[in-house]
């Protein structure tokens, strides 16, 4: 399998649930995000990984924890959300977290909070 | 701060129609400029970037300029088909600072056979 995929494709959870969203990248890239892609609104950039360490979090509520295991896996753990985090979740990649660097996406995961 | 504004859509389009999408942007520094499409149930994929004025990205029949002194990225196509139908995000990336790109608000685009 190539580029970069996410699992699950679609998610439906309730407030009190606990679930995780996994991405993978097979391009051998060193930086990993996660953004989040609400209706109506710009993408918005989560976290940033590089070789496994964060290097940004964009004051995202800790009810989202993500864990970058090593270079080719990035999960964000989901606890106790709320409707409105209801949105399509995508995960990139890029060689390193350089500003030429172009970022690869994965399809997303969209999660449906009720 | 940091901001890509894109036309505002949805836009219509008859097949072989001339295409322009506006893009602007601010930036405290000399960004990479990307545009970026996401097809019905897809992830976003690259379209073509360019990282420095005066460069022109292309690809698949889509050219965009980098033109500092209108700070602008406009998106261009001589004659779109049907399955360029998807939504384009116009985004910058700073050479400085949070290595984060910063999207538009994205364009959707319909083309009618």
């Known amino acids: 399998e190539t580029g970069v995929t996410q699992t699950p494709r679609h998610l439906v959870m309730g407030m009190t649930n606990k679930k995780s969203l996994k991405c993978e990248q097979h391009?051998?890239?060193?930086?990993m995000y996660w953004y989040k892609q609400s209706a109506k609104k710009p993408l918005e950039l989560m976290f940033v990984?590089?070789?496994?360490?964060?290097?940004e979090n964009n004051s995202v509520p800790s009810r989202f924890s993500p864990e970058c295991p090593n270079s080719s896996h990035l999960f964000l753990h989901l606890h106790t959300l709320q409707p409105e985090d209801s949105a399509l979740y995508l995960c990139?990649?890029?060689?390193?977290?350089?500003?030429?660097?172009?970022?690869?996406f994965g399809p997303g995961t969209r999660l449906t909070v009720l | 701060g940091d901001s890509v504004t894109q036309m505002e859509g949805p836009v219509t389009l008859s097949e072989e129609a001339f295409l322009t999408i506006n893009c602007t942007y601010t930036?405290?520094?000399?960004?990479?400029l990307f545009w970026y499409v996401q097809y019905p149930g897809e992830g976003l994929q690259l379209l073509l970037k360019?990282?420095?004025?005066?460069d022109k990205g292309s690809n698949k029949g889509f050219e965009a300029t980098y033109r500092k002194e209108t700070t602008s990225f406009h998106l261009e196509k001589g004659s779109v088909q049907v399955s360029d139908s998807a939504v384009y995000f116009c985004?910058?990336?700073?050479?400085?600072?949070?290595?984060?790109?910063?999207f538009g608000q994205g364009t959707r685009l319909t083309i009618n056979p």
């Open positions: 990139a990649s890029s060689p390193t977290d350089t500003f030429t660097d172009t970022q690869y």
């Open positions: 391009l051998g890239h060193n930086a």
């Open positions: 990984y590089n070789f496994k360490e964060q290097t």
């Open positions: 930036a405290t520094g000399y960004p990479s």
């Open positions: 360019a990282t420095k004025a005066d």
């Open positions: 985004a910058l990336r700073l050479i400085q600072g949070a290595q984060k790109l910063v």
